[in-house]
């Protein structure tokens, strides 16, 4: 039980947690006259495209002390989520691995 604002690593304890997001994306540029993609006119710049597409996602929480990765998946990053839920979500992913 966890009765403060802290949220430790139920392997070693540690305080030193990160919250990571993975993200991956499709970018799509059309085929014209010049450079790929309609706003591109002389050479194919990354962030001038027609159209992105989310491919996938993953959220973990890793401990920093001892490597210890925990998914999750928040949605929502509001100020309702508090520090008792994130233990509680990384407490079931540690559940989960056992
Ligand atoms: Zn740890």
């Known amino acids: 039980m966890h009765h403060n604002n802290r ?3 139920p392997v070693c304890n ?4 990160e919250l990571k997001y993975q993200a ?6 059309k085929i014209d006259a010049n450079a790929p993609g309609v706003h591109n006119t002389k050479e194919l710049l990354p962030y ?3 159209s992105r597409e989310q491919m996938g ?3 973990y929480i890793e ?3 001892c490597g210890t990765n925990y998914p999750v998946y928040f949605d929502k990053w509001t100020k309702g ?3 008792h839920m994130i233990q509680e979500a990384v407490d079931s992913a540690y559940m989960a691995q056992q």
């Not at 540690?14 to 947690?17: I, K, Q």
């Not at 991956?24 to 540029?29: L, V």
């Open 57 to 59: 996602a993953k959220q």
């Open 63 to 65: 401990c920093q002390s």
């Open 24 to 29: 991956a994306y499709e970018y799509s540029y």
């Open 14 to 17: 540690a305080e030193n947690l």
């Open 7 to 9: 949220v430790v690593c």
């Open 48 to 50: 001038m495209y027609d």
């Open 81 to 83: 989520i508090t520090s």
